[in-house]
């Protein structure tokens, strides 16, 4: 396989090679079967474990590899970056010698840095190297982080929300917001059942929140059970209600966002007015999102062209940069 850029995300995993092709998009859970007397196995990973979360016996168990960007458990996340590795590669001589360079959250400790590349070691990687991920996604993204301006970045995860503002291949301000994807679709999940009481489960409250991003007319149909009763039920909710639950996350990242701008120099707020903010991450598809930045802010929010999987691409094309990988060493 040679070399990949990996984002290892809360909530999907991406892949990409050193000719930054796309080679893996998947969600970030695995099942896991624990049979009697043998060691755990993985059942499944990606889009067919996520599939079968809810649909099997007790033996299986769903798991995620990391929680809030970062590593808790060691196994788990050796067994699953082992797993996309055999899904990428199945011959073992196809995977010897594979190097990758890693997305990170620039907020992660020491350890947890420490706890991903020793997981990553273990699955076979070869001598992997991190990079923190705002800075992977703004280069996915066809920026420079070595360029003499300040540029603002907001990834906009699952799990996570973070903002980070860099210059010269140093970074200037950076914060992290724990209220990101999941919180919103929480958010539509209690808006459906104190509004039109319902219960749906969590896949489907994260998918209507997605659906509300294509949906062509005002409303949407939902289905689910009737919190009362219990019985199946359908209900028409507004892209606009919808929209409106979600608003208190979406005004926490902008809080995040003005506390970030905050520790700025002023030359580098001048920057940022002009260039405006690069936003990405799958949160940031959310409708509306841009919007309501930019009315908040007040300068210019430039989406990512692919917001998934910028990260997977910027850190595939750093593997061919190894001054810019040293610059960001230490984040
Ligand atoms: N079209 C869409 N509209 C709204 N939200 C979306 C859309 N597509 C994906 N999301 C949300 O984006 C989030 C996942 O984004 P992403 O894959 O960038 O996260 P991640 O990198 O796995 O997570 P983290 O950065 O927290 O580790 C999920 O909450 C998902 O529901």
């Given amino acids: 396989m040679g070399a990949l850029g990996i984002d290892l995300g809360n909530s999907n995993t991406v892949v990409c090679t050193g000719r930054s092709e796309l080679v893996l998009e998947e969600p970030s859970v695995m099942l896991l079967r624990a049979s009697r007397g043998r060691r755990v196995k993985v059942a499944a990973i990606g889009h067919d474990a996520r599939d079968l979360v809810g649909r099997t016996s007790a033996e299986v168990t769903a798991m995620r590899p990391l929680h809030d960007g970062v590593i ?193 120099p002023p030359q580098s707020v001048g920057d940022v007015l002009a260039e405006g903010l690069l936003a990405f991450g799958g949160g940031s598809l959310l409708r509306g999102f841009h919007e309501r930045l930019d009315e908040a802010l007040g300068f210019s929010v430039k989406p990512a062209e692919r917001p998934l999987t910028c990260v997977a691409e910027g850190a595939a094309s750093a593997l061919r940069n190894q001054s810019l990988l040293e610059s960001f060493r230490g984040w």
Avoid: N
Wanted: glycine share 8%.
């Fill in 72 to 264: 808790t458990d060691l196994d788990t996340a050796q067994a699953f970056i082992r797993a996309v590795l055999r899904k990428l590669a199945p011959h073992r001589w196809q995977r010897i010698r594979t190097t990758a360079v890693i997305g990170v959250p620039l907020g992660a400790t020491p350890l947890e840095r420490r706890a991903l590349l020793e997981a990553a070691e273990e699955a076979g990687l070869h001598r992997p190297v991190l990079l923190a991920e705002p800075i992977a996604g703004a280069i996915g993204c066809g920026v420079d982080p070595l360029d003499r301006r300040t540029h603002l970045v907001v990834d906009v995860g699952g799990g996570t929300a973070e903002v980070t503002a860099f210059c010269f291949g140093e970074v200037l301000a950076h914060r992290s917001s724990r209220i990101a994807g999941d919180e919103m679709t929480l958010a539509v999940y209690h808006h459906l059942r104190e509004r039109h009481g319902i219960l749906v489960g969590e896949i489907d409250a994260e998918d209507i929140k997605i659906r509300c991003g294509t949906a062509e007319g005002p409303t949407i149909a939902v289905a689910g059970r009737d919190a009362a009763t219990g019985r199946p039920k359908l209900v028409t909710a507004s892209i606009e209600e919808i929209q409106e639950a979600v608003r208190p996350v979406t005004d926490a990242i902008v809080q995040t966002l003005a506390s970030c701008m905050d520790d700025l």
